[in-house]
């Protein structure tokens, strides 16, 4: 992806969906696609508030809302496929692998080493699956 | 601060006090304060761990490394001062008041919409302190 | 609030307002105000997501979905404000104080001592303030 | 199970098993039947304080006690294992899927919509495994 | 407290009130009392689960049991009157103030700098309010 | 290990290397290992803070220092593998299987059944796998 374009002519739904797609790619899509048979309506509030209505507003960059995914992801340590989602979603809006490394790391000042390492452990998971 | 510059002659606890100075300013020097009568080694370490190695490493910009903090902090939502003292260092390194709430207000999607307006409420005590 | 009527015919905003006004009350439009002048925009999604959407559906009564936020809140500990709002609202819809203070004992089962007594005496204060 | 009885002339112990294998059922046993080899009397603590004193207790239905079970599980996000147990419960004491589904989802707003998809994806699960 | 003593004959309840005397004193009096008027039942349950069950057990000395409060309590980071209470526990069955120090420092590596640094703060409270 | 030694002639990163094959054994080398493709530098602060830095004071042994680990990360509930790791640490340090298992039963009173539950489960796979 190389920008995001904000069209105020779409429903929200509309903007989520094309957000989702363009920011998360195939592994967004896997989310929404396991939520069909125990709770559709929720993959239409995935789209809607989290992309249609936040990551579209103008006043942070993708690249930056991606760095606050991930930071807070790793941080409390408990979300570990939404983790993935988000390193993912980081290297599709322009992080660079060392930037993301360097985000997990720090995580171990505020929650912690094992919050650092397990953030970091995923990070080679999702590296290692990019390059194949 | 216009940017932070890695000296590499400095020791660990000299770059992370200077690195401290910098971007926490006053707020960073009460936490050390504090910290004198009841754990001084602790201090030592505040300045060496998260300061003399995290936050001088180069491969992300602080202003990067303070979207961090900032979303780490508001997501665990039991750190409010720390939370505070990060957000008045994110305005210290260059990001907007409209940024800091913009990343607080993306903390609803992963920590729940409380973390989100603790986060908020910590950052308008912050915003107002400042203007004083 | 006897019961709450769904109004398909309202916007998620106006749906939302209406929600929050009948449940929450005054603790409700207190945290509103308060998003003001920090991020008003904020103030809108509270309106939206979680009361226009989630309180809005037919599938689960007001009366139990404060038996859930009552439950989350006080076992994540983090979110004393937001668990007096909710405590007030269970008693707007319809909760007793007996059934309140059974929820937060039963918390000492799944999160611990600290969150169940922490939870008490939040309700503590609810309860005292309505009698005033 | 039809309802919960409380017999006063059982001790905590034999009004815990019986709660313990009228509530959780298989999943429950399963628990017990693991703890043998590692903390037996752990084992008996299960049976005697959630079961034999809180469940036990009159003030709140366990249909309402299993709204709380699982809405705190999911929101605290770590504790998988006991959630499916308690999705199950919950099943077994008269919630329907849909309220179930209708519980998790509400997890979003107090808990970030990555804890609603964890809880929810729990729920797919058990409710599969529960058909065949 | 020089030692805590097991008496076979005691109940449960007679066991936990003997036991919450001795380690939490004054502190753990005061937490009992407030739940006088709002939840009489979870103070006997407070003192029969924590104290008549698990601080009675032989296996472990309450020396140590304080050691795992303390590091526990701090880590999770939402719960500082609790903290505070072992805290002040601690220091009636032996632990200097010189190691509740260490223990708190030491959770900077597993839960983090804010955990830390909150945790000696809280230290810092009881420490002074014992010196008067 | 018998005893842990501090030689204050060894510089941060040769006292944590000694002290982190001491105390963690195995596990602890494994961790290191898998971080040499992601974060190597990060491998280098495991041995400097956690283990040159803090486990190398000598205001706390090292055998309490790990009922301190053991007691946070069950708390925490997010880390399971580093729970392990400290564990078979204990074990190392001299903690026996019985005290090991109180730190993890005691843990349901801060952090509720679950995290007791999880703990305990850990422990049944490390103390089967030195078994073998």
């Known amino acids: 992806m190389t920008q995001w374009h904000l069209d105020v002519n779409e429903s929200r ?10 920011i998360d790619g195939e592994a967004g899509r896997n989310v929404i696609s396991a939520l069909a048979d125990i709770a559709p309506d929720f993959a239409t509030y995935v789209f809607e508030f989290p992309f249609g209505d936040i990551y579209s507003r103008p006043g942070l960059s993708v690249r930056d809302r991606e760095i606050a995914a991930i930071a807070s992801l790793a941080a409390m340590g408990n979300a570990t496929p939404q983790l ?11 992080l660079t692998r060392e930037e993301i490394t360097e985000i997990l790391m720090q995580m ?6 094992p919050a650092a390492l ?7 998971e999702v590296f290692v699956a990019k390059r194949s």
């Open 13 to 22: 739904l509309e903007r989520g969906k094309r957000a989702l797609d363009q």
């Open 84 to 94: 993935k989602v988000h390193i993912e979603a980081g290297l599709n809006v322009g």
């Open 108 to 113: 171990a000042v505020y929650a912690g080493f």
């Open 118 to 124: 397990n953030g970091l452990f995923a990070a080679k």
